[in-house]
């Protein structure tokens, strides 16, 4: 079993920040790729950012230059720093983690957190 549990959603007006954390517990050996998607309301979910074992990232065109995303490993932990927020990025955000235990290979989402860019 794998838990994943983002947070640090909330509030915020547009051009302001925002940082999002997702950990993942559970029986892990080793965790893949680590994500980020988002919903929006009567929107299908999409991919906002990714990042590799390796550290190698991918993001959507919509965010490139203005979120980050990160890992620590030591914490089974995946970051999506968002600056310059617009209200288009209102969402929910979730979390994918890929890992691996005794040769089985897992998917798991978490159960989202909300972000809202209003004045």
């Known amino acids: 079993q794998v838990q994943v549990v983002e947070s640090g959603g909330g509030l915020v007006q547009p051009g302001g920040s925002l940082r999002l954390s997702c950990a993942a517990s559970?029986?892990?050996?080793?965790?893949?790729?680590m994500g980020w998607y988002r919903q929006a309301p009567g929107k299908e979910r999409e991919l906002v950012a990714t990042?590799?074992?390796?550290?190698?990232?991918n993001y959507s065109d919509s965010v490139k230059g203005r979120f980050t995303i990160s890992r620590d490993d030591a914490k089974n932990t995946v970051y999506l720093e968002m600056n310059s927020l617009k209200p288009e990025d209102t969402a929910v955000y979730y979390c994918?983690?890929?890992?691996?235990?005794?040769?089985?290979?897992?998917?798991?989402w978490g159960r989202g957190t909300q972000v809202t860019v209003s004045s």
């Open positions: 994918n983690v890929r890992s691996t235990n005794l040769g089985v290979n897992y998917l798991n």
């Open positions: 559970g029986s892990i050996f080793s965790i893949n790729v």
């Open positions: 990042i590799t074992k390796g550290g190698s990232t």
